[in-house]
């Protein structure tokens, strides 16, 4: 599904527009206009060469789930160009194209990022560079390493698609973190109640997370209760606090999100 929404991005969006903010298919866009091969053909051969030094640098899983998306993706655009040959833009409205050409792509990096891998190309050295790099951020990486190609567009290009270009390449890159963070987002959990068990038994029954609690004691009324501490995926904070309702327990229930958690049943150490 993510490949395909790149696809769809790239093929009808990005490469009538010359748009080339980053990535093989940015390279793509610039190299069909000086060379004999198409946008396809090139980014089908550039792929092939740095899945190979992804399989290098980054081991055996990412280079099999990219392998996978390198090959989809490489189909789907030469199936574009057989089934559908474009050779001018859908439409007339060059910003609005390029909004698709931004959201369609970033949406789909953002969704193989998170599952581990790449749909090939300058991602691969975005992932290199993340991994060997004090670099964080997927989104940061991959405009480092993607700029070159926004130069090279100056030259090949008029100013005016260089620049929007430029504005594609930089709104990808924080729209790829953005969604990337969105998903990793958490709850924490501190619940305040007379009666744990029942809570706890929910959380790591139902929901399948832990819980920790400790005893406590309220200021004003002085009275014996306990706080309970969890990290839940928001659906499972909003199942918890439904069940909260729907027993009518007596609890004080506070959230707060995060977007990084690391342990067993979340990111690994």
């Known amino acids: 599904m993510s490949i395909t929404i790149m696809c769809i991005g790239v093929y009808y969006f990005k490469f009538p527009n010359n748009f080339t903010f980053g990535g093989v298919t940015g390279a793509a866009v610039v190299f ?16 092939l060469v740095l899945l190979a030094v992804g ?56 969704l193989l990022f998170y599952d581990g891998a790449s749909s090939g190309g300058t991602d691969v050295i975005a992932m290199i560079v993340k991994k060997y790099t004090h670099i964080e951020d997927i989104g940061m990486a991959l405009f480092l390493t993607d700029l070159v190609m926004i130069i090279i567009a100056c030259f090949v290009f008029d100013i005016k698609t260089a620049l929007y270009s430029f504005v594609g390449l930089v709104v990808k890159s924080f729209l ?7 998903i990793m987002l958490r709850k924490l959990i501190m619940l ?24 406590a004691c309220g200021a004003y009324s002085g009275e014996q209760n306990y706080i309970v501490f969890s990290t839940l995926t928001k659906k499972q904070a909003v199942d918890l606090r439904h069940f909260i309702h729907q027993n009518k327990l007596h609890a004080f229930m506070s959230v707060m999100s995060t977007s990084e958690v690391f342990g067993k049943g979340f990111s690994a150490l």
Not at 72 to 101: C, Q, R, W, Y
């Open 192 to 215: 305040i109640c007379d009666d744990k068990d029942i809570i706890c038994d929910f959380i790591t029954n139902t929901l399948g997370k832990s819980a920790t609690y400790v005893d």
């Open 176 to 182: 790829i973190d953005s969604i990337i963070e969105n």
């Open 32 to 47: 069909a206009k000086i060379t004999p091969l198409s946008a396809s053909m090139f980014s089908t051969i550039v792929n």
């Open 55 to 110: 399989f290098i640098f980054l081991g055996k899983s990412f280079a099999i789930k990219t392998t996978y998306a390198t090959i989809l993706m490489s189909v789907e655009l030469l199936g574009f160009e057989k089934l559908d040959p474009l050779t001018h833009p859908l439409s007339n409205e060059p910003m609005l194209e390029l909004i698709f050409a931004i959201a369609l792509p970033a949406i789909a990096s953002a």
